[in-house]
């Protein structure tokens, strides 16, 4: 099993920034791709950001130039550093980690953005 602790969510204003941190435990080896989703309410989980294990990474296009994901694999942790924050980012953005066949995900932390 592997684990996935997020931290980092809370409320900001408009044009602020916020980083998220996902820490992974466990079973950790041959996890491969680690990313982060979001899940605004009434829409469905979308992907935000990913990181492949050597380092590729993409991201949605409403985030573009706006959102950096990276990786420490020392740590064992994925950060996503937040900038120029908007209303539309509101949503419960969760960790998710892949391995073989597996999706691990996070609890889950929220991001506020007031309108």
């Known amino acids: 099993q592997v684990q996935l602790v997020e931290s980092g969510g809370g409320l900001v204003q408009a044009g602020g920034s916020l980083r998220l941190s996902c820490a992974a435990s466990?079973?950790?080896?041959?996890?491969?791709?680690m990313g982060w989703y979001r899940q605004a309410p009434g829409k469905q989980r979308e992907l935000v950001a990913a990181?492949?294990?050597?380092?590729?990474?993409n991201y949605a296009d409403s985030v573009k130039g706006r959102f950096t994901i990276s990786r420490d694999n020392a740590k064992n942790t994925v950060y996503l550093q937040m900038n120029s924050l908007k209303p539309e980012d509101t949503a419960v953005y969760y960790c998710?980690?892949?391995?073989?066949?597996?999706?691990?995900w996070g609890q889950g932390t929220q991001v506020t953005v007031p309108s």
């Open positions: 990181i492949s294990s050597g380092g590729s990474t």
């Open positions: 466990g079973r950790i080896a041959g996890i491969n791709a």
């Open positions: 998710n980690a892949k391995k073989w066949a597996y999706d691990y």
